[in-house]
């Protein structure tokens, strides 16, 4: 078996066979042409719509089934979304085609009139996001901009200006954001959502709501022209009316737009975890009114989305798997009402949010425990990898080829100078062959398919083995290979560090539950240790209430404040089992003798639920996830009866 690492060789596959050694391949022209048969069902423009929630509600149409009379709701409603207005219509034009199989970006824009502000006063865009769904590697990325952030501002047939993010919007519409965010980004855009937030608002409603947990006391009733939007919320997890999830989302009077930023990605979580556990297809009617009124969808290529390819992807999208969402921040962010980062700062955001750490949670969790870290795939090191050309375009093999070796795989060449060519050339995807011979082969498939964006993973047979030379996998580029590699995941794994906890102030829970110890009926538990520098929140350090719908089960909230910051952590109590946001975790560990349920923000350890027989008990971290998983796991296991406590003290 010959390898090579060496620059540029590789065996170029040529419709006529030629066999020549390939060079690294040059700048790539704007457009390539590919024959494309008929998309397979499940794959990834449906499971991007299906993230968005507010545009692509209709999906949930297949949670309930797909009788017909739904079908004609889904049709009506697709065709209602597509663009209407001038300014999405032209920015739908420059967007780029989403390619079947490929990861699929769009950009999300939330805007609305102030109740106070005369008619005629131009849209301001209070969230600009973007998201992004990847099928091959079934995830969801989310990214948001503060508007506060300073940026190049690129309107179309104006001189380009410096200001905060939202005046693209204000000034220079939907085409205004889209140039502004895709010249920022250096992304390719797939489509374009915009959404009025009096949609947002009716919506939740059409819902029945949302549940959300929130981190702290909101209060303001100090509204008006010279003033700050009026909220008023308890802490604790609950079920927010439109009004009050647009309040939670928007708030930013004694913060920022980090802090709103991180709101607004906790309430799409939340939501998608709402409409997965109580949508109903009697809602649809409904539904579809709202987002038909307050939506529209604008799609690359000049087409619009269509009935067809809703229902065609829809499972997909529903088969997300848990803490597959991935919320991507940029960091280093100054100022408070003018926000300014240095250019590496989006870089890195945007590497993040293309190429997400799919198994940080996985390691983040084996660090904090001291477990051993199990590879699901060899290094690239240890990988050999045989290229072979399956599309009948000159030179594909040769530049995968080089591209793999410039991350470090090993290549191996076929056997006894044959050429680099498939059996054939009708490899439409992109297929990543495995020895299952050999051990780590299908984890080293997998991992390498991601790297290719569309490709499927499957057993090496036949001549194509013959063709591996003994490689332990066989990559055939078929037409949905354009001579470019995804980025490799950068590893999140978090370094192990003590755990941030003190015993110092955790006393001053007891006497507040005590209080209400003869109405609660389950054993309440007491925080032993808490994160270093926190205390209870004066302004509102214990909340007793009702917290399911039918008012059978009471919870109970402790809210902290991290010293010298204003973030909150909290612990949460209460006996109802089922509460939406439970069926979102990612592992399940038993600790000392005591069930643990983690959840997860990529590699940060957002939720720790201890469950016992009567009642389950949530330590939650805050908005930005500033509590270590260390410090996380440490608390949840300090928790401990009251009794217990009371006959200790």
Sequence with gaps: MRTTLKRGVGRGATLNGSNRTTLPPGPLGPMTVYRQPPAPPGRGRSLLLRAFGWAALVLCVLVGGTAAGAYLYLHESVAAVAPKSVEVKAAAKQLDVPLPGQPATALVIGYDHRANESKGTPSRSDT???????????TISLLSFPRDLRVDIYCPGESVYRDKVNAAYSNCGAQGTLQTIRKLTGLSINYIITVNFRGFRQLVDKLGGVW???????????GGPEGYAKINLQPGYQLLTGYKALDFVRFRHTDSDIYRNARQQQFIRAFKNQIDSAFSLTKLPQVIRVVTSNVEVGQGGGKNVSAKTVLSYGLLAYSLPPGHVFQERIEGLEGFSDLTTAPENIQNAVRDFTSPDVDSPQKATAVALGEKVKRKAPAPRDTSVTVLNGNGIEGSASTANYLLS???YRMVLPPNGLPANAPNFDFFRTTVYFDARTAGAKGAARKLANLFGSADVKKLTGPVRTLGNGAM???????????RLASAPIDQTPKREPASVT?????????????????????MMVPTKIADGSSLD????????RIDPDGKHKAIRLTYRLAGANEYWGVQMSDWDDAPVLSDRNFV??????????????PHLHMVVLRTDGASYWVVNSLLDRLSNETMIAIAKGLRPLAQVSRGA
């Design 406 to 408: 410039q991350r470090g």
């Design 589 to 602: 560990r038993r600790i000392g003798g005591r069930r643990y349920e983690l959840y997860y923000n990529g």
């Design 128 to 138: 600009i996001m973007l998201v992004r769904a990847d099928p091959s590697a079934k």
């Design 538 to 545: 004066p302004e509102k350090p214990i909340r007793v209430y």
């Design 473 to 483: 996998v066989v990559a055939v580029v078929g037409q949905t290979f354009h001579g």
């Design 503 to 523: 015993t110092y102030g955790a006393s001053e829970a007891v006497g507040l539950l005590r209080d209400w110890r003869r109405r609660i009926n389950y054993p």
């Design 212 to 222: 959300m947990d929130i981190d702290r006391r909101y209060y303001n009733d100090h």
